[in-house]
């Protein structure tokens, strides 16, 4: 009975650029501490070590501080705001005034939009948050859609470990995680306002309904509330 949870459950890594850099058994070993000695690995490769390394495009009003990677391609708007490390892939995006807290991935033409907040977080190619969201210790796949206001919480009120209900078994499975957001597979898409409680699974192609609140695991269709 599978206790893990295999990334092949939610994207294809050989599809995903430097998807080699991502490959696990188990998609909780992309989160929390091992995300960022993740990162700092990669961003070593890239012969970026304490300061920032820009080949792309980033506004004199941005602030980029520590190990940064941004690559050839990508923008950096006005009064963003991006603590490494951090890897920021060619052609994606970092709108106006978002807040990158650091061990943060986002990938070829992802959007880190106006006012969103990132931290410990993956962005794979084309995942978007475009708008007054935030994104706490969570994997974007390829083609995720966040609506405006999605916030994908993190942090359980009781603050203790958060688990998941495995996708194939149903069983309930310990992460290990103080702090686990969302998993959400290729395609999903939130609406407006949605919110993601702490563990909360979404499999390809699924979506949640604007303004409902989501807690589970969501195998097929729309959570409408």
């Not at 390394?53 to 520590?66: D, M, T």
Request: overall charge neutral.
């Amino acid at each position: 009975m599978p206790s893990s949870l295999s990334p092949q459950l939610f994207f294809d890594l050989k599809q995903i650029y430097l998807g080699h850099q991502f490959e696990v058994s188990d998609l909780f070993e992309l989160l929390g501490a091992k995300l960022t000695q993740r990162l700092e690995a990669l961003l070593r490769d890239y012969e970026v070590h304490t300061n920032p390394v820009v080949r792309g495009e980033v506004s004199p009003h941005a602030i980029l501080e520590g190990p940064v990677f941004v690559g050839e391609g990508a923008t950096i708007g006005p009064f963003a705001y991006i603590q490494g490390p951090c890897f920021i892939a060619p052609h994606a995006e970092v709108r106006h005034g978002a807040f990158i807290r650091g061990s943060v991935y986002v990938g070829p033409k992802a959007v880190v939009g106006h006012t969103t907040e990132v931290k410990g977080s993956i962005f794979f190619d084309d995942a978007k948050a475009g708008h007054f969201a935030y994104v706490g210790d969570s994997i974007l796949g390829p083609h995720v859609n966040l609506g405006a206001g999605t916030k994908l919480a993190n942090l359980k009120i009781k603050g203790n470990e958060v688990k998941v209900l495995h996708p194939e078994t149903d069983a309930v499975v310990s992460s290990g995680l103080r702090k686990l957001g969302s998993i959400l597979g290729e395609g999903v898409q939130t609406g407006c306002n949605a919110v993601l409680s702490p563990g909360s699974l979404l499999l390809p192609k699924t979506a949640v309904m604007p303004c409902v609140h989501y807690h589970g695991t969501l195998r097929k269709g729309i959570a409408r509330g």
